[in-house]
T-cell receptor, first 115, second 111 residues
Framework: GAGVSQSPSNKVTEKGKDVELRCDPISGHTALYWYRQSLGQGLEFLIYFQGNSAPDKSGLPSDRFSAERTGGSVSTLTIQRTQQEDSAVYLC?????????????FGPGTRLTVL | GQSLEQPSEVTAVEGAIVQINCTYQTSGFYGLSWYQQHDGGAPTFLSYNALDGLEETGRFSSFLSRSDSYGYLLLQELQMKDSASYFCAVRGGGATNKLIFGTGTLLAVQP
């Protein structure tokens, strides 16, 4: 079946604009994660969804960042009033559930550049 | 807090064996995972160790010692296509199972 997909693959925006990043997880996967990867760095956890609920938002860096998930499937990460330090690759991952043995499958990411 | 340390770069030749080490400090421990990421690509899962010992999957093996808070990824019969970044990650456990990643090791395989 299809893997995790993300859109757009690249987004260039001006400082102060809002952006929306989309993630389509693997069908049937109830757990969905957003991570951020800055140039040459490891991945930084942002938020976790189980179904449509987000029990862990601890990684969101500021209140400019928000995310939602609808129908237990598609998720959207929104960044308001973007800043240059928001430039990074935003990666989405899904897993069958949130069990410790459940592998997370990653999408190709959205590369966000804030000018 | 949680932190993971890995070497930043490793260089090896085709056909050789290379070991990438990872030491971690965590408030709780639910297993150590390894991911491979080619330049511009998505991280892909390689292995997961919940218990001490060696897990083998083809040319790749992963080892964990919980008492030493240490693990490693062993790559054998290196191929050029193995040139990539390798990340160790600790599972957050609890209700989320989020992954806490190290900063990654860039492996360069030379002919």
């Amino acid at each position: 079946g299809a893997g995790v997909s993300q859109s757009p693959s690249n987004k260039v925006t001006e400082k102060g604009k809002d952006v929306e990043l989309r993630c389509d997880p693997i069908s049937g996967h109830t757990a969905l994660y957003w991570y951020r990867q800055s140039l040459g760095q490891g991945l930084e956890f942002l938020i976790y969804f189980q179904g449509n609920s987000a029990p862990d938002k601890s990684g969101l860096p500021s209140d400019r960042f928000s995310a939602e998930r609808t129908g237990g499937s598609v998720s959207t990460l929104t960044i308001q009033r973007t800043q240059q330090e928001d430039s990074a690759v935003y990666l989405c991952a899904s897993s069958l559930s949130a069990g410790v043995g459940d592998e997370q499958f990653f999408g190709p990411g959205t590369r966000l550049t804030v000018l | 807090g949680q932190s993971l340390e890995q070497p930043s770069e490793v260089t090896a030749v085709e056909g050789a064996i290379v070991q990438i080490n990872c030491t971690y400090q965590t408030s709780g421990f639910y297993g150590l995972s390894w991911y491979q990421q080619h330049d511009g690509g998505a991280p892909t899962f390689l292995s997961y160790n919940a218990l001490d010992g060696l897990e083998e999957t083809g040319r790749f093996s992963s080892f964990l010692s919980r008492s030493d808070s240490y693990g490693y990824l062993l790559l054998q019969e290196l191929q050029m296509k193995d040139s990539a970044s390798y990340f160790c990650a600790v599972r957050g456990g609890g209700a989320t199972n989020k992954l806490i990643f190290g900063t990654g090791t860039l492996l360069a395989v030379q002919p």
